[in-house]
């Protein structure tokens, strides 16, 4: 071999991830140890020149030359990022496995063990929200008939557990609150609907069915989830209620929500949401809510006391 067989062959093992010793290479190619100095340091010129995704090491206390992989990211910012991943209990565990896969490895050799302890005691609790299918992949297709403007002919299992079968176009996708929310719009009715991406049941393409977006009836994707909490069915309306819980649980869920008035105990909140969302809000904080306006949104949250006590009559 000459020297640059000899050159090429230590990076590739380096690649591999092998750690060279001086004494290894000098009797593998019967070499000095100035030749061995030389070919070194022109792996890592070559190294420092390119656009490999990876450092040259001499570990001075080893003896040892090796090359040690770049992380795309911080780890502080993978760590953050698995945290975020579990927390949403989303996805089936098969599928968690293998996003969590995909973020460790982007950390270097030294720092997965690191973040594996610091994500085992969750991981092992992990409980998904119950779904029948994966939601990856069904990331990736809405995903596309989205960019590609495809309508969709499917069937869907609505609250009531009824199929409600339709052709629509899906115009967005986003994720709050444990699920993937599609919204498609529906030429028929001229409006758009909210689905959860997990209770579609079958879906078809339709690449050759033309659906035109009307211009007034867009979303944008951001300010609908400040005005979503949990669903975003029903009217959009003002309202103000007064919360004797900790003011900033009730602003993170309405982010365009804002406090008129602070009071004695309490802060009244004035701002806007999709009704039938505010409402389970409202009713999953008990006596921390008193809602002053609308009167509607008053008589709604009676209505819905009422029938919560009848079963317990």
């Given at each position: 071999?000459?020297?640059?067989?000899?050159?090429?062959?230590?990076?590739?093992?380096?690649?591999?991830?092998?750690?060279?010793?001086?004494?290894?290479?000098?009797?593998?190619?019967?070499?000095?140890?100035?030749?061995?100095?030389?070919?070194?340091?022109?792996?890592?010129?070559?190294?420092?020149?390119?656009?490999?995704?990876?450092?040259?090491?001499?570990?001075?206390?080893?003896?040892?030359?090796?090359?040690?992989?770049?992380?795309d990211f911080s780890f502080e910012e993978t760590l953050a990022l698995l945290k975020i991943v579990?927390?949403?209990?989303?996805?089936?565990?098969?599928?968690?496995?293998?996003?969590?896969?995909?973020?460790?490895?982007?950390?270097?050799?030294?720092?997965?063990?690191?973040?594996?302890?610091?994500?085992?005691?969750?991981?092992?609790?992990?409980?998904?929200?119950?779904?029948?299918?994966?939601?990856?992949?069904?990331?990736?297709?809405?995903?596309?008939?989205?960019?590609?403007?495809?309508?969709?002919?499917?069937?869907?299992?609505?609250?009531?557990?009824?199929?409600?079968?339709?052709?629509?176009?899906?115009?967005?996708?986003?994720?709050?609150?444990?699920?993937?929310?599609?919204?498609?719009?529906?030429?028929?009715?001229?409006?758009?609907?909210?689905?959860?991406?997990?209770?579609?049941?079958?879906?078809?393409?339709?690449?050759?069915k033309k659906i035109r977006l009307p211009w007034e009836i867009k979303k944008d994707d951001g300010?609908?989830?400040?005005?979503?909490?949990?669903?975003?069915?029903?009217?959009?309306?003002?309202?103000?209620?007064?919360y004797s819980g900790y003011p900033q649980t009730a602003l993170d869920h309405f982010p365009n929500?804002?406090?008129?008035?602070?009071?004695?105990?309490?802060?009244?909140?004035?701002?806007?949401?999709?009704?039938?969302?505010?409402?389970?809000?409202?009713?999953?904080?008990?006596?921390?809510?008193?809602?002053?306006?609308?009167?509607?949104?008053?008589?709604?949250?009676?209505?819905?006391?009422?029938?919560?006590?009848?079963?317990?009559?």
């Open positions: 071999m000459n020297a640059s067989k000899h050159i090429t062959e230590m990076l590739i093992r380096m690649l591999q991830g092998d750690k060279l010793t001086m004494d290894d290479e000098k009797e593998r190619y019967h070499c000095s140890t100035k030749t061995i100095q030389r070919y070194l340091r022109d792996i890592k010129d070559t190294i420092e020149e390119s656009n490999f995704n990876v450092s040259y090491i001499h570990d001075l206390k080893r003896k040892e030359y090796y090359l040690k992989e770049q992380s579990i927390g949403t209990r989303a996805f089936n565990k098969t599928e968690l496995e293998q996003l969590m896969d995909r973020l460790l490895n982007r950390l270097s050799v030294e720092d997965q063990p690191l973040a594996k302890k610091l994500i085992s005691s969750t991981t092992s609790k992990y409980v998904p929200i119950k779904s029948d299918y994966d939601l990856l992949p069904r990331i990736k297709n809405f995903s596309k008939y989205i960019s590609e403007n495809t309508a969709i002919e499917f069937t869907y299992l609505n609250g009531l557990r009824q199929i409600k079968r339709d052709i629509e176009l899906p115009i967005s996708l986003y994720f709050d609150n444990f699920y993937f929310y599609v919204v498609t719009y529906n030429e028929k009715y001229n409006k758009n609907i909210l689905h959860r991406l997990d209770r579609f049941q079958t879906i078809k393409p339709l690449p050759n300010k609908e989830i400040n005005k979503t909490y949990l669903i975003s069915d029903g009217k959009e309306n003002n309202f103000e209620l007064y929500a804002k406090i008129k008035k602070e009071l004695d105990g309490e802060v009244l909140i004035e701002g806007s949401a999709y009704m039938q969302g505010l409402i389970l809000w409202i009713m999953e904080q008990g006596p921390r809510v008193r809602v002053k306006s609308p009167a509607s949104l008053v008589e709604e949250v009676k209505s819905e006391l009422l029938k919560t006590l009848k079963y317990y009559e």
